[in-house]
């Protein structure tokens, strides 16, 4: 067992030397001196008491514990190489988890304005509804979660949705205000504690008489499609039907009733927030929200 492991340096000059059969190749690789070249691989053989080059007078060649020790050094750079690659990669990508309706309907549409924002940072999405454990999993940088707050965790709220209904532009047009042979589509919680937002709290806050059809969906951006194709107006949130809305897909019926949703929460370990892409993240998903 050696009392001392020989300094860096000395170790990447006879790796440079064993690869090119050069003392002076090395140096240029290393961008320093031949002699520095010579004098650190001879301090390694001093340290490990063992010859490692044959030295002739033009050439240098490998002896047989030269070549061993060369074939290790190769290797275990090349896992340094591997190890330092993959952190720098990990930080120029961030891994978000959120809801399929967030991502769907809200970030996908606005993954090419964040990128423009910040081109250093590769975004990665998963989709769930699931809680997720961030200290556990540490794959994941931030869970962008409906209706939650989980203390220490919370990074930062987004602003509260409002509930209204939101129909394709003919199909509105056509309604005129009235509810009478129109379907509303809305969304089945699957999350228990949350608050259901229905069909029947709008038509009451609206005071109407009319009896629409009712379908459900399992996932919001489902609703969001279909009343995109003219099957029903969508009981969505103003958060989600934005993009919609701007690219005239969507057109909001009757904008003056809308029920109060709740907001989305990001959700960080507290010792992650000031983390480079982590915080410019968070600061373009709340200047986004504004």
């Known amino acids: 067992m050696l009392r001392a492991m020989p300094s860096l340096i000395s170790l990447r000059a006879f790796d440079a030397a064993a690869r090119l059969g ?40 490998l002896t047989e514990t030269g070549r061993r020790l060369s074939e290790r050094l190769a290797s275990a750079f090349t896992e340094i190489a ?10 120029h990508e961030l891994t978000v988890t959120t809801t399929p309706a967030f991502a769907a309907l809200w970030l996908v ?8 924002a ?16 961030l200290a556990r999993d540490r794959r994941i940088d931030l869970a962008i979660r409906y209706g939650v707050d989980e203390g220490p965790l919370l990074a930062c709220a987004l602003p509260p949705e409002r509930i209204g209904l939101y129909g394709a532009p003919n199909m509105v047009a056509a309604l005129g205000g009235r509810l009478n042979g129109a379907t509303i589509l809305s969304t089945e919680w699957e999350q228990p504690g949350l608050p259901p937002i229905t069909p029947e709290a709008w038509i009451a806050a609206a005071s109407a008489d009319d009896k629409p059809e009712l379908r459900q969906f ?20 103003n958060l989600l039907a934005g993009d919609l809305v701007a690219r005239g897909l969507l057109t909001p019926f009757r904008p003056d009733i809308q029920l109060r949703g709740l907001s989305y929460s990001v959700l960080c370990l507290p010792e992650r927030v000031r983390v480079r892409k982590i915080a410019r993240f968070i600061c373009w998903l709340e200047a986004s929200c504004e």
């Open 218 to 237: 399992e996932q919001e951006h489902h609703v969001a499609q279909c009343a995109i194709a003219g099957q029903g107006l969508a009981l969505i949130s």
């Open 22 to 61: 050069s003392f002076k190749d090395a140096a240029d690789e290393l961008s320093v001196s031949p002699t520095a070249v010579s004098h650190h691989i001879r301090g390694l053989e001093q340290a490990l008491d063992v010859q490692l080059f044959v030295r002739e007078t033009r050439a240098v060649h």
């Open 109 to 116: 549409p606005r993954m090419e304005a964040f990128h423009a």
């Open 82 to 91: 591997d190890a330092l690659s993959e952190v720098h990669a990990t930080e």
């Open 118 to 133: 910040h081109p250093d940072i590769r975004l990665r999405l998963e989709t769930g509804t699931v809680p997720v454990d």
